[in-house]
């Protein structure tokens, strides 16, 4: 779960890190009167769950409140990178000397947070990774201990750091470290973080949620509302209402499956035959009649989709309640798509007998299944 | 040191009355798992399938001479049940559960790696000696004894590729499901050293899929001679587009990394065939082995 920069801004300001001075509006009236009680120039920031919004104009600047009720009035409704401006933040801008980057990322390979810091701030990391890697300085933290502020200061100095301002971006990184672990951080980063003549401020911040752990973080979830922090599409949202696991993708077949991994796989055969998947739809185990229902239901509703193909290898799964599911979905919703299902495993007998009573073949190999879904929709 | 099972390994299952620990152990005990205890913490004193229950894995361990544990137990809990697995020397411990935070998990597998001891999982299968032991939750259908390890991160997926093994009569020795999670306590290259010193396993089958580079790791380890025998891969993935988790919780594309492409490339480079489809694995082993 990704937060806005305003949200992760709440955070980080419970543990104490520095931040500029601003706050968050949906109006361009809230803008104003925010930047008359900041008194001075402003930045007007998009609030959007994605990145590279400074280049795509996400990010202006006013002198004024009158300017800051013009451009928040330009910003709000409009569209950043795809995404529609529901929110500004605006903060006292910040006249900044330079730019610096800190972050603390869970790294799949050490299994264990990385602290990461380096002196090309503003940019994304991954393209200073690419640009220039050895200017990363990077420190894994061993889970059973804590980031000791020796550490972090080692880590500053690298990034060329001196003085009381290593001694700030230390004390910055170690409670950057702490709130990664406190809020089950996927990713948590100061970027950039700004050195100013009044000293180290995180001009920027993200925060991502371990979706896993936000059952320790439900008063987040009040506060902020859940639907405000997902970055899901319209229909990856009622998928969610309907407690389906969904990823819209722009084709046109439908595509269900049983298994994250196999559903991939589904996926990626039926785009190697030259169709092209309109989403990824994972029933998961054991899934009973009712939810296969909801899920081939929710397909067949989807006027994007034009064939659906089905894929299923039973093991705790029952293919007759997949069957029964998908023979009550086409009587429930009363359109009829194109439909291939292949099937195998538990009950795969009784599961083919009702299908082929309901006028639905079904077959043994899903390479086959694939195949016959794209030649269905075949000749445009 | 990675330690798996076979037909000796004594096995206790934690998390046992709930729904999925009692379906699956009937089946394990099915197909000749030696289930010996099982623990949920309130429940001491019943029995499910004739498998006596206790309150604590110490109360068990009184009692049982046992080597394995398989952890059934929701995700809140779970990490506490792999401690009292940990405390009482099991090895290996077998994590179901699926949707562990990933700090629970970094602290536990940390914990484990450091006493030597074999976390597989979270989300995963388990692990099956074929025709001697399963531990786990995979169908023992697909299965059958034969020459090929399998290594993997999807569950269904290796259900479907194990199947084609078995159909073409090379069959499996022993199959690892790695887990579906960013974090897990075996990695392709630890079960690749167990593989390399396992006299039944002649070829390996690698199943990935996006997000991570454990797969890229694994290539770079085989191309330095780590690994010796035949190996073929999958990578599940291919459509995927970047920032968007597909089902499971390690299966994501962040930023540049993590792609199908850059999977196949570093294998394909270590000489490892990558089959295009699910069903040519078992047709790309079968000349590596002829």
């Not at chain 2, 394995?68 to 792999?82: G, M, Q, T």
């Not at chain 2, 006299?199 to 690698?206: D, G, K, N, Q, S």
Request: aromatic share 4%; glycine share 12%.
């Amino acid at each position: 779960m990704r937060l806005l920069e305003w949200q992760a801004k709440e955070i980080f300001r419970e543990y104490g890190i520095p931040l500029p001075r601003g706050r968050v509006a949906k109006t361009p009236e809230e803008a104003r009167n925010i930047a008359e009680e900041i008194s001075g120039p402003v930045a007007v920031k998009a609030q959007i769950p994605v990145g590279g919004r400074g280049k795509a104009g996400g990010i202006r600047f006013a002198e004024t409140p009158e300017e800051a009720w013009k451009v928040a009035g330009e910003l709000l409704g409009s569209f950043v990178r795809g995404v529609e401006v529901k929110m500004v933040l605006v903060e006292e801008k910040l006249s900044i000397e330079r730019e610096l980057y800190l972050g603390v990322v869970v790294d799949r390979s050490s299994r264990a947070y990385t602290a990461l810091a380096t002196s090309e701030g503003g940019v994304e990391i991954e393209e200073v990774a690419a640009r220039s890697p050895e200017k990363i300085i990077r420190m894994t933290i061993d889970p059973l201990e804590e980031l000791r502020p020796h550490r972090a200061r080692w880590m500053v100095k690298q990034i060329g750091l001196e003085g009381r301002r290593m001694l700030s971006a230390a004390d910055i990184l170690v409670k950057l470290y702490r709130l990664a672990v406190e809020m089950d951080a996927e990713l948590t980063e100061i970027n950039p973080l700004a050195v100013t003549p009044d000293g180290l401020m995180a001009a920027d911040a993200r925060l991502n949620i371990d979706d896993n752990a936000l059952w320790r973080h439900r008063d987040l979830l009040e506060r902020f509302g859940e639907s405000e922090l997902l970055d899901l599409t319209e229909r990856e949202r009622e998928a969610r209402r309907l407690g389906l696991t969904y990823v819209e993708l722009d084709g046109e077949i439908g595509i269900i499956g049983n298994g994250a991994g196999l559903t991939m796989a589904t996926l990626d055969t039926v785009q190697l035959y030259g169709g092209r998947p309109a989403n990824f739809l994972d029933l998961g185990g054991g899934a009973p009649a009712e939810r296969v229902e909801v899920a081939v239901s929710f397909l067949l509703s989807d006027p994007r989709v034009r064939a659906i193909f089905i894929n299923i290898l039973g093991g705790i799964t029952r293919c007759d309640e997949v069957a029964r599911g998908i023979i009550a979905a086409r009587e429930r919703i009363g359109v009829d798509k194109p439909m291939v299902v292949r099937m195998i495993g538990t009950r795969e007998e009784e599961g083919r007998r009702l299908l082929e009573e309901a006028g639905i073949h079904c077959l043994d190999s899903m390479e086959e299944a694939a195949e016959r879904v794209v030649s269905l929709l075949g000749g445009d | 040191m990675v330690r798996f099972v076979d037909g000796e390994t004594r096995v206790l299952v934690q998390g046992i009355t709930g729904r999925q620990g009692r379906f699956h152990t009937k089946l394990m005990l099915e197909y000749g798992t030696r289930i010996v205890a099982g623990v949920t913490p309130g429940k001491g004193g019943e029995s499910v399938e004739g498998v006596p229950v206790y309150d604590t894995v110490a109360e068990a361990m009184d009692r049982h001479r046992i080597d394995a544990s398989i952890i059934f137990v929701p995700a809140p809990y779970a990490p506490d049940a792999v401690y009292e697995a940990l405390d009482a020397g099991l090895d290996p411990i077998v994590v179901i559960t699926e949707g562990i935070a990933v700090r629970d998990t970094m602290m536990f597998v940390a914990k484990a790696r450091r006493s030597g001891v074999t976390i597989i999982g979270p989300n995963t299968p388990g692990v099956i000696k074929v025709g001697e032991c399963k531990l786990g939750i995979m169908p023992a259908s697909v299965f059958k004894r034969g020459r090929v390890g399998v290594i993997s991160r999807s569950g269904t997926l290796t259900y479907e590729i194990a199947d084609h093994i078995s159909s073409i009569g090379l069959g499996e020795s022993t199959c690892v499901g790695l887990g579906g999670d960013p974090i897990t306590g075996l990695d392709f290259i630890d079960v690749l050293k167990w593989f390399e010193d396992d006299p039944e396993t002649e070829a390996v089958v690698l199943i990935g899929e996006i997000g991570g580079d454990a797969e890229e790791r694994a290539a770079e380890f085989i191309a330095e001679g780590g690994f010796t025998k035949p190996a073929v891969a999958y990578i599940a993935g291919r459509t995927a587009i970047p920032g968007k988790r597909m089902g499971h919780a390690g299966a994501i594309i962040q930023g540049e990394r993590g792609t199908a492409k850059s999977k196949i490339e570093a294998l394909e480079a270590a000489g490892v065939p990558v089959a295009e489809k699910p069903r040519d694995v078992a047709k790309l082993l079968k000349e590596l082995l002829s």
